[in-house]
Nanobody, 126 residues
Framework: EVQLVESGGGLVQAGGSLRLSCAASGFIADDYVIGWFRQAPGKEREGVSRISFIDGTTVYTDSVRGRFTISSDSAKNTVYLQMNSLKPEDTAVYYC???????????????????WGQGTQVTVSS
């Protein structure tokens, strides 16, 4: 059974940092693309970043580029999202998601992904 479990969310002041983790089980992450998404109240789920275990490429949405860093640990089947210089507008539930194979061009569309975690809340106070 494929499972994705996020952790690391919490409450932080603006300008602070958090590191989210996405632990994968039930599949070999080396064959997958892992994406991070977020959803704020009343808003659609948006793609934040993704990493391909196949070719190591990473992509970020414009609003987080330069502040967030996605990385992976194949030995632990885990993907991380280091979030620095957090802003109140980063407040959302953060989800990780997985899809097998080559990263889709439209990596930021939630429907491209087959597996989802339960989400972790990130709240940034001003």
């Amino acid at each position: 059974e494929v499972q994705l479990v996020e952790s690391g969310g919490g409450l932080v002041q603006a300008g602070g940092s958090l590191r989210l983790s996405c632990a994968a089980s039930g599949f070999i992450a080396d064959d997958y693309v892992i994406g991070w998404f977020r959803q704020a109240p009343g808003k659609e789920r948006e793609g934040v970043s993704r990493i391909s275990f196949i070719d190591g490429t990473t992509v970020y949405t414009d609003s987080v580029r330069g502040r967030f860093t996605i990385s992976s640990d194949s030995a632990k089947n885990t993907v991380y999202l280091q979030m620095n210089s957090l802003k109140p507008e980063d407040t959302a539930v953060y989800y990780c998601a997985a899809i097998e194979g080559v990263a889709p061009k439209s990596w930021y569309y939630p429907w491209e992904y087959d597996y989802w975690g339960q989400g972790t809340q990130v709240t940034v106070s001003s």
